[in-house]
Structure formats: C-alpha cells, structure tokens
C-alpha cells in the first residue's frame, strides 16, 4: 500500500514555472516507476509524463515536450518525483496527479505507460492555474 501526496502547485502567470513534488506518505515507491497525469474541469486526466524506477528513462506527451520535465531522488528510503514545468501556458491549468505505474512493460513506445489504467496507487492532486 502506498499513499501519494503531491504538492507545489499555485496560481501563476504565463510563461512562468512551477516545480510539482510527489511522495510517499505512507509506504515507498523507490522501486517503482512514476507517472504524472493531469485533469482539467470536464476532460479526461491525461498523461503528462513518467519515468523510470532508478531515473533512466522518461516519457513526455506531446504538448509538454522540451517545457516539462520529470526527475526523480531516490537518495532517500521513500523516494521523491519532481515536475518541472517551464513556459506555462493557460492550457496547462489542472489538477495534477502523480501515481505508481503497475502495468510491468515500461518503454518510450510502450502504450500501457501513457494509460491512467496502469497505475495503481494515485497522489490527492496539486491544483495549477495559469492566467493569460
């Protein structure tokens, strides 16, 4: 059993930055990979990112590519998973969720990382809201 808590959202103005954190409150995720999703009022949450258990390999989606970036500290028993996010735009506003990947296979071209269906274990939200 693990229990997530993200933290670091805010409100901000466009092209401004953020860093999301996520850890484990309860239980440990050190040797699990992590992704980042996100829901805006009346979408569907959609994937933002993930990355590997020991930092090797991250996925993005295509909208956040070369601004978001995941990484993650294992330096510690519980382990912690940042997302950076530089240049914010409006479209970005969202809660946003950090959760344990359990879908086994993790690769750039797996489909099953990009799927809020794989994950098992998933962080309350940071709400982050970028006016224009």
């Known amino acids: 059993q693990v229990e997530l808590v993200e933290s670091g959202g805010g409100l901000v103005q466009a092209g401004d930055s953020l860093r999301l954190s996520c850890a484990a409150s309860?239980?440990?995720?050190?040797?699990?990979?992590m992704g980042w999703f996100r829901q805006a009022p009346g979408k569907e949450r959609e994937f933002v990112g993930a990355?590997?258990?020991?930092?090797?390999?991250?996925?993005?989606d295509d909208f956040v590519k070369g601004r978001f970036t995941i990484a993650r500290d294992n330096d510690n028993a519980k382990s912690t998973v940042y997302l950076q996010m530089n240049s914010l735009r409006p479209e970005d506003t969202a809660v946003y969720y950090c959760?344990?990947?359990?879908?086994?296979?993790?690769?750039?071209?797996?489909?099953?990382?990009?799927?809020?269906?794989?994950?098992?274990?998933w962080g309350q939200g940071t709400q982050v809201t970028v006016s224009s």
């Open positions: 959760a344990v990947y359990s879908g086994g296979s993790y690769s750039a071209t797996e489909p099953k990382v990009k799927s809020p269906l794989e994950y098992s274990y």
């Open positions: 309860k239980g440990s995720f050190r040797y699990s990979n």
């Open positions: 990355i590997r258990w020991n930092g090797g390999l991250t996925v993005y």
